[in-house]
């Protein structure tokens, strides 16, 4: 029973350091960040690209393996799309972190770069 409490209050330590919980936020929201930069390049980016390509679904793309008469494919259209997906999130992820290290910097008052030195 001693051990349980010691084990259950080294427990709540542990989840109540702020990194841990910093760290369950950022999981949290980037879920969420997920689904909204999946609605981006799905419903709003990859539209006009298929368009521009003559009407490609890329998610569509496959091919055939082991003949014509075989229901085997390798949906390498599928693949396409998350290595588009994750170029963006990437890009997004960049250009958030940039601005928010941009605004920190000017809040602390130090020099960005970019900025002329007079």
């Known amino acids: ?61 496959k091919a055939r393996v082991g003949g014509p008469e075989s229901e085997v494919f390798i949906n390498y259209g599928n693949f396409i799309q998350e290595i588009i997906n994750f170029l963006i999130i990437a890009l997004t992820v960049f250009i958030v972190v940039k601005a928010v290290t941009k605004m920190s910097k000017l809040r602390n008052g130090e020099a960005v770069e970019g900025d002329a030195k007079k």
């Not at 029973?1 to 910093?22: P, R, W, Y």
């Not at 950022?26 to 298929?50: E, R, T």
């Open 1 to 61: 029973m001693i051990m349980a409490n010691k084990t259950l209050s080294e427990f709540k330590q542990f989840i109540l350091k702020g990194n841990v919980l910093d760290m369950a936020v950022g999981i949290i929201v980037g879920g969420a960040f997920n689904k909204i930069v999946s609605s981006l390049v799905n419903d709003i980016i990859m539209p006009p690209i298929g368009y521009l390509i003559g009407g490609v679904n890329f998610t569509e793309l």
